[in-house]
């Protein structure tokens, strides 16, 4: 919408990027504390990725082991409950993982090799993981969406709305002056037709 070139839309066009000035900093102070947030889930994430990789590697043994045993494990642990509640970061809910619970199927010991117990361990150890590594990458999503949206608005007030009030009230007070001058040139032909009106009635 073009504004309109007189003094209450300058007034108006002035209160507009006095605001829009006063909100974005704040704007982009919450941006900037996003954007830490999201560095800091990336880095979580990437631990976790780690710590993982690094369990799986240090248990290579035993899994050579399970995959040469004709021992049916299948059904030995399983998921029974988990347990996510939201925090709140700069206004974005994110998940937060406060328990992960197991049920062991019963085995005999003796029935079973010495290795299984040390395999529930790493199951239940590695399952706890891989759905907090789950989690994780939920969070990061949230956090790097929520990024992006206030990232684009910034740009809409530093790229689009500030300029654009400025420039509007530069429009504004060029015509303004443009209007003034010529009311001034317009009062002083006006004038000087009145005196010469005058000088010629005086002459009659």
């Known amino acids: 919408m073009v504004a309109a070139l007189n003094k209450t839309s300058l007034r108006q066009q ?5 605001l829009y000035e006063r909100f974005l900093p704040s704007l982009d102070l919450k941006r ?3 954007t830490a947030n999201l560095q800091r889930a990336r880095e979580v994430l990437a631990a976790v990725e780690r710590e993982i990789e690094q369990k799986m590697s240090a248990q290579a043994g035993l899994f050579s082991l399970l995959g040469a045993s004709e021992q049916d ?3 030995l642990l399983r998921v029974v409950s988990v347990v996510v509640v939201e925090e709140n970061v700069l206004g974005v809910r994110v998940p937060v993982l406060k328990d992960v619970q197991f049920r062991v199927t019963e085995y005999s010991m003796l ?3 010495f290795w299984v117990d040390l395999l529930v361990e ?3 150890e590695a399952g706890k993981l891989q759905i907090r590594c ?3 990458r939920e969070r990061v999503r949230r956090l ?3 990024v992006r949206r206030i990232t684009q608005r910034v740009n809409l007030f530093e790229q689009v709305l500030i300029p654009r009030a400025q420039e509007t009230i530069r429009q504004i007070r060029i015509y303004l002056a443009d209007a003034e001058r010529a009311a001034v040139i317009r009062s002083k032909i006006a004038k000087a037709g009145q005196q010469r009106d005058a000088a010629r009635t005086g002459e009659v």
């Open 14 to 18: 002035r209160d507009q990027l006095a």
């Open 32 to 34: 900037q504390q996003l």
């Open 73 to 75: 494990l299948s059904g």
């Open 111 to 113: 029935a079973k090799p």
């Open 122 to 124: 790493l199951l239940q």
């Open 134 to 136: 789950s989690l994780e």
């Open 144 to 146: 790097g969406a929520a």
